[in-house]
């Protein structure tokens, strides 16, 4: 069975300081895709990245980092330097390759960075 | 380039009728996805369509259908609303089926049941 587990529903800290958002995965197909998505309050989900089964390279953008951990199932994101702007909610989620385009969706954190 | 468009944004409706949401991908895009978030179930996939066909479905009941168009615009249809139908229903584009591609969503309806 698929499934994205966010054990964090709700993180809270102040400007500039770093924080991991946590997501553990399930599935049994060999070939599958992680996503991490933002949520601001407008609704809209927005892509940050997308990582195949078969990459499990480490990935940095700015002030975003991405750790893909086969061997523990775990997909984590880190904002480094937090800013107020970075508050939202953060969905991680997982499709496999034989389910086309379904993807599945963890509960979601929500992130509150405080001035 | 435009992105996703979705309308309305807003829609309140009453128990026992029928909506229709609207969903245009951004241009090239064919592959048409289509998920419903609530605060209870979260983020849960209803339908995906590519070349005016549906290709996967969720685990909805049959009150929740959709098309898509020759244009790639795509819609879903609920009929016979409950109240639990409340929620943010989103739309994604893609060019083609498969996450390869990936997926690029829309702002969203926000559908009110009373």
Redesign the interface.
């Known amino acids: 069975a698929q499934k994205v587990t966010q054990a964090q529903t709700e993180i809270s800290v102040v400007e500039k300081e770093d924080v991991t958002l946590d997501c553990v995965y399930e599935t049994r197909d060999t070939t599958y895709y992680l996503f991490w998505y933002k949520q601001p309050p407008s609704g809209e989900l927005v892509f940050l990245i997308r990582r195949n089964s078969f990459d499990e390279q480490n990935e940095i953008s700015g002030r975003y980092s991405w750790n893909f951990q086969k061997s523990t199932s775990s997909f984590n994101f880190t904002i480094t330097a937090s800013q107020v702007v970075d508050s939202a909610v953060y969905f991680c989620a997982l499709s496999e390759a034989q389910r086309g385009g379904k993807l599945i969706f963890g509960q979601g954190t929500e992130l509150s960075v405080k001035p | 380039k435009a992105g996703v468009t979705q309308t309305p944004r807003y829609l309140i409706k009453t128990r026992g009728q029928q909506v229709t949401l609207s969903c245009s991908p951004i241009s090239g895009h064919r592959?048409v996805?289509w998920?419903q978030q609530t605060p209870g179930q979260?983020?849960?996939?209803l339908f995906?369509y590519f070349s005016e066909t549906q290709?996967?479905k969720?685990n909805f009941p049959g009150r929740f259908s959709g098309r898509q168009f020759s244009n790639s615009r795509s819609e879903m249809n609920v009929s016979t609303l409950e109240l639990g139908d409340s929620a943010?229903y989103?739309c994604?584009s893609?060019l083609a089926?498969?996450?390869n591609y990936?997926?690029?969503?829309?702002?969203?309806t926000?559908l009110t049941v009373v």
Do not use: H
């Open positions: 592959s996805s998920y979260g983020l849960q996939f995906e290709r996967n969720g943010l989103l994604a893609s089926p498969g996450t990936g997926y690029t969503f829309g702002s969203g926000r």
